[in-house]
C-alpha cells in the first residue's frame, strides 16, 4: 500500500452500500474491477488471512490503492462494474475475448427490400434477424432466402441502374425486380413470406404455398403455378436438411462451461425462430480455481450488457449470481427475465448434450494448439537466451517489423505483435510512409521504427521483449542505428536473413548487439515461430499496400479527366457505389448525374474504358 494509503482507514469507512471496486497497483493500472452488494463486506474480505485463490493472492499483494464507486442499486452495479471491465481489460478478471460485433441479417427499408448481411447498432431503419453466432450462419441463411423465395442482395446504386437482369436472376436466385419482372406487391409478398419463414413459421409458409400453387393452377395461370411448385420443392429441401429439429419458434441460447487441463471453454449456441444457427467458442483468461457456476455468470453478465437476451437461456450449470438474470433484465428488448434451464427435457436437451461435446471438442483443439504453440515459444527463447520461466513465455512479447510497396508507389510499413503464444491481431498497426525515396526500404524501416519506438524512448509505451526485422545486415544496421539514436536496448533486435535461394527454412538470425549469426535449421520449431510472425507481418504489409494503392490509383484516374473535379467525382463514386460502378456506368447512366453532360460523360466512359 501506498504511504498515504490508510488500509485499516479506508475499510472502516466503507459504507454498507451496492457498489463497485477497484483494486490499483503502483502504476496506477487496474488489476481488478469487481461489484458488491456490500461493499464494506466486499472490499474487507480480500484483506483476510484465507483468500479463494493464488490469483486472488498474487493480486492482493500488488494492490496499493482502493477505489470505489457507489451505486443506487446492485442492477447499476453489474452495469458500471462490466462496462469497466470490457473498457479497461483488467487482467485479474475473468475476460471473454470478443471484440467484434454479432452479424445479424437485415431486409432494408426498401420499397424493393434487399437481404444484406450486416454489423452495427440494429436501431435504424429495416428489419433485423439474429445475432447469428458467425458470418457462414448469415451467409448460409441468405442463400436458402435466395434459392426459395428470390429476393436480391445487389445494392440500391445497382439496383437502380439496371437496364437487364444480372446473374442472379438468370440461375434462379432473384426474381428481377430492378427490370420490373415482379410487379411490388408480388415481391413483397416473397418477403413477407420470407419474413414469416425466419420467425419460424415455416410450416405455416409451405401449407400457404401449397394453397397459392393450386389456387394459380385453377386459375389457368400454369408459369405462377410452376413458379410457387420451384419455392415449396426448395423450402421442402431446405426443411430436410436442417440438422437439428424445431421446438416451437423460441429464441433460445445454450450455454455450456467446460474444464480441462487448466483450460476453460464457454460455448455459446444460438437458436432463433427453431432454428439451430450454430455455436461459438470462447477461451476466458484468468479463471484459476474459479467454478463453472462463477464462469458462468461472468459470462452471462458481459454477454447481455451487450447483446439481447433471449426468452429462454439452457446453460450446463446455474450461475453463481442468483439474481443475476432479474438484474439483466432490464437489458432485454423486452424487458423480461429470461427463463433459465438447467435441466432441459427432449429437443432442448438434445440441444444442450450436442453444446457439450462441442465445447469438449474445442477445448481439446486448444489444448492441443496451445501445448504446441508454446513449445515453440520455449524454443526460440532458449535459442535467443530469453527467460524460460513459464509466466515470462506467456508474457513474451514480439513486434515483427516489415515494408511493402510496388515499384516504391504505396510503401506502408507493417508491425504484427505476438503474445501469450499467439498472434495478437487487435494490436496490429499500419504505418504510412511519406517523405522517402520511392523504393528506399531502408529509409521506410528507419521512420517506422523511430515512430514506434520514439513512444518507448519517450515512457509512454514498454519496449519488447523481441523486435524481429523482415531483412537481413543492412536493415538490422539502420535498425540498431534507431535505437542507438534513442537510447534503447540493442539487444532486442533481431532481423530475419532469407536462405540462400530464398529457400524456406534456411533463414538466419541476424543480431544488432554483435552477436554471431544463428541459423536453427529447418527443423527447429524456433524458425517455425518466427516464419510464421515474419510471414504475418508481410501478408498484413502486402494487405495494407494493396488496399492504399487502389485507392490510389482510383481517385487518379477519374482526376486525370478533364472536368471532373472532387465534387463531381464524389457524387459519380456515390451514385454508382464505388469506382467499379463508374466504370460500368453507360454514357447514359453517366449524363443522369447531376453536374456531368453527355459531352463529358462520353469523356468519362471512353477514359475508363
Not at 452471462?300 to 442468483?322: G, I, K, N, R
Not at 554483435?514 to 527447429?524: C, H, L, N, T
Not at 492504399?548 to 482526376?559: D, G, I, Y
Amino acid at each position: 500500500m501506498h504511504d498515504d494509503f490508510n488500509l485499516k482507514a479506508f475499510l472502516a469507512d466503507l459504507p454498507h452500500l451496492p457498489g463497485v471496486y477497484r483494486h490499483i497497483d503502483a502504476e496506477g493500472e487496474v488489476l481488478y474491477v469487481g461489484k458488491a452488494r456490500d461493499l464494506k463486506k466486499r472490499v474487507s474480505s480480500y484483506f483476510q488471512k484465507n483468500l479463494a485463490s493464488p490469483r486472488i493472492s498474487h493480486m492482493v499483494a500488488r494492490v496499493v490503492r482502493i477505489e470505489v464507486t457507489v451505486t443506487r442499486s446492485e442492477a447499476e452495479a453489474l452495469l458500471l462494474e462490466n462496462n469497466l471491465i470490457k473498457r479497461l481489460r483488467p487482467r485479474y478478471n475473468i475476460l471473454f475475448r470478443d471484440d467484434k460485433s454479432y452479424p445479424w441479417l437485415m431486409f432494408t427499408a426498401h420499397d424493393f427490400p434487399r437481404i444484406v448481411y450486416y454489423r452495427g447498432s440494429t436501431s435504424g431503419k429495416g428489419r433485423f434477424f439474429g445475432p447469428y453466432p458467425n458470418g457462414w450462419a448469415v451467409r448460409e441463411t441468405i442463400q436458402i432466402l435466395q434459392r426459395v423465395f428470390r429476393l436480391r442482395t445487389c445494392e440500391d446504386t445497382v439496383f437502380a441502374n439496371r437496364s437487364r437482369p444480372c446473374l442472379q436472376y438468370q440461375i434462379g436466385r432473384c426474381s428481377g425486380p430492378c427490370v420490373d419482372h415482379i410487379s411490388a406487391k408480388a415481391y413483397q409478398a416473397d418477403v413477407d413470406q420470407a419474413l414469416r419463414f425466419l420467425d419460424g413459421h415455416a410450416d405455416e409458409v409451405l401449407k400457404g404455398l401449397e394453397a397459392s400453387m393450386f389456387a394459380a393452377s385453377e386459375a389457368l395461370e400454369f408459369e405462377q403455378a410452376a413458379v410457387l411448385r420451384d419455392q415449396m420443392g426448395a423450402l421442402a429441401k431446405v426443411l430436410q436438411q436442417q440438422s437439428m429439429e424445431k421446438v416451437g419458434n423460441d429464441d433460445v441460447d445454450i450455454i455450456v462451461v467446460a474444464v480441462s487441463g487448466g483450460r476453460v471453454c464457454v460455448n455459446l449456441a444460438m437458436v432463433r425462430g427453431g432454428r439451430h444457427l450454430g455455436d461459438k467458442s470462447f477461451f476466458p483468461t484468468q479463471t484459476d480455481n474459479d467454478q463453472p457456476a462463477d464462469i458462468l455468470a461472468a459470462f452471462v453478465a458481459q454477454h447481455y450488457l451487450e447483446h439481447v437476451m433471449p426468452p429462454v437461456l439452457v446453460c450446463s450449470h446455474t450461475p453463481s449470481e442468483p439474481e443475476l438474470l432479474t438484474l439483466l433484465a432490464d437489458r432485454t428488448a423486452s424487458g423480461n427475465k429470461a427463463r433459465l434451464l438447467v435441466r432441459p427435457q427432449g429437443m432442448r436437451k438434445t440441444w444442450l448434450d450436442q453444446a457439450r461435446r462441442n465445447a469438449d471438442l474445442a477445448l481439446a483443439r486448444v489444448l492441443s494448439e496451445s501445448g504446441s504453440r508454446a513449445a515453440r515459444t520455449l524454443a526460440l527463447a532458449q535459442v535467443l537466451d530469453l527467460d524460460t520461466d513459464e509466466a515470462a513465455l506467456d508474457a513474451l512479447h514480439i513486434e515483427c517489423f516489415d515494408i511493402s510497396h510496388t515499384a516504391g508507389e504505396a510503401t506502408q510499413a507493417s508491425c504484427v505483435v505476438y503474445k501469450h503464444h499467439a498472434m495478437q491481431s487487435s494490436l496490429y498497426r499500419r504505418y504510412n510512409i511519406a517523405g522517402v525515396t520511392p523504393g528506399d526500404d531502408y529509409a521506410a524501416m528507419r521512420q517506422v521504427l523511430t515512430r514506434r519506438f520514439g513512444r518507448v524512448a519517450d515512457g509512454q509505451a514498454p519496449l519488447p521483449d523481441l523486435v524481429l526485422i523482415d531483412g537481413g545486415k543492412g536493415q538490422v544496421e539502420v535498425a540498431r542505428q534507431v535505437f542507438q539514436e534513442l537510447g534503447l536496448e540493442t539487444r532486442v533486435l533481431v532481423g530475419v536473413a532469407k536462405g540462400e535461394g530464398r529457400k524456406v527454412g534456411l533463414e538466419t538470425l541476424v543480431f544488432a548487439d554483435g552477436r554471431p549469426a544463428v541459423a536453427p535449421g529447418i527443423e527447429s520449431p524456433a524458425l517455425m515461430l518466427v516464419a510464421q510472425i515474419r510471414d504475418e507481418a508481410h501478408r498484413f504489409a502486402i494487405t495494407g499496400m494493396r488496399a492504399q494503392r487502389a485507392k490510389a490509383r482510383t481517385v487518379s484516374r477519374l482526376e486525370e479527366i478533364e472536368g471532373v473535379g472532387a465534387r463531381r467525382r464524389q457524387r459519380l463514386l456515390t451514385r454508382f457505389g464505388g469506382f467499379s460502378g463508374v466504370a460500368d456506368a453507360s454514357i447514359d447512366d453517366l449524363c443522369a448525374v447531376e453536374g456531368i453532360s453527355r459531352e463529358l460523360a462520353e469523356r468519362i466512359y471512353n477514359a475508363l474504358r
